[in-house]
């Protein structure tokens, strides 16, 4: 007697940006699940991101999603942490210099933040937060990712975005704005969370 697995579902990657969404896919594939964006269905408000963390935007932002579309839906929130700055920019890194998000804006504010803060006192990192639910928005897991490094006031590098140009990573003697993005997705945050969702999604979707 032979019986068959359900197929494995649609998962949305709530983001609109396409770039961000084709990285994260090809980290996913092997599942045989099929992974769409928000440019697969009408534009609606995007969600509110008034969380204190990064996980309580990556819950609220998933859970928006799967009840607007009735999807299995996968969401990420993602910053900058400086110890100096008690934190900061964290929850608030992509508007840390207001809105219209500008990264120029920002990373001239943090380096101005940071006016006269000697080296060893310049640590931080990158996080990164997934989360995912299901159609009727329960969460099925959240998965994390941290890469640590030093704030520098020099612009480094042409790759990468956001604050990349000014996180120097200590061990390997760049700034993430240096490294080519398959080393980049090897070590950055966003990489090892989406890593570990590969694991949860495999765990999630074994028995179907």
Request: hydrophobic share 35%; glycine share 12%.
């Given at each position: 007697?032979?019986?068959s ?7 949305l990657?709530?983001?609109?940006n ?8 090809a980290?996913?594939s092997?599942l045989g699940?099929r992974?769409i964006s928000?440019?697969d269905?009408?534009?609606?408000p ?6 204190l963390?990064?996980k309580d935007?990556?819950?609220d932002?998933a859970?928006?999603?799967a009840h ?5 839906t996968?969401?990420?929130?993602s910053?900058l942490?400086v ?6 920019p964290?929850?608030?890194?992509a ?5 219209p998000t ?13 006016s006269?803060?000697?080296?060893e006192k ?10 995912l639910?299901?159609p ?6 959240t998965t994390?990712?941290?890469i ?7 612009h ?5 975005f ?5 996180f ?17 997705n090897k070590i ?6 989406t890593?570990?969702m590969h694991?949860l ?6 028995n179907?």
């Open positions: 007697m032979s019986g697995k359900r197929p494995h579902p649609t998962i990657i709530a983001t609109g396409q770039g961000k969404f084709v990285e994260i896919a980290e996913l092997g699940v992974y928000l440019k269905f009408p534009p609606v995007e969600c509110e991101e008034i969380g963390t990064f935007n990556a819950v932002k859970r928006y999603y607007q579309f009735k999807i299995y996968l969401a990420d929130d910053g942490e110890d100096a700055l008690n934190g900061a964290g929850v608030y890194s508007r840390y210099a207001g809105t500008n990264d120029q804006a920002n990373n001239a504010k943090l380096v101005r933040e940071l006269g803060i000697p080296p310049r640590g931080a990192r990158f996080r990164c937060v997934m989360a639910v299901d009727d928005e329960n969460l099925l897991g994390e990712g941290v640590e490094g030093i704030i520098i006031d020099q480094r590098g042409t790759n990468g956001g604050y990349d140009p000014h120097f990573v200590p061990k390997l003697g760049k700034t993430t704005a240096e490294l080519p993005r398959e080393e980049k950055s945050h966003r990489g090892q969370a890593r570990a694991q999604l495999s765990r999630v979707f074994s179907q």
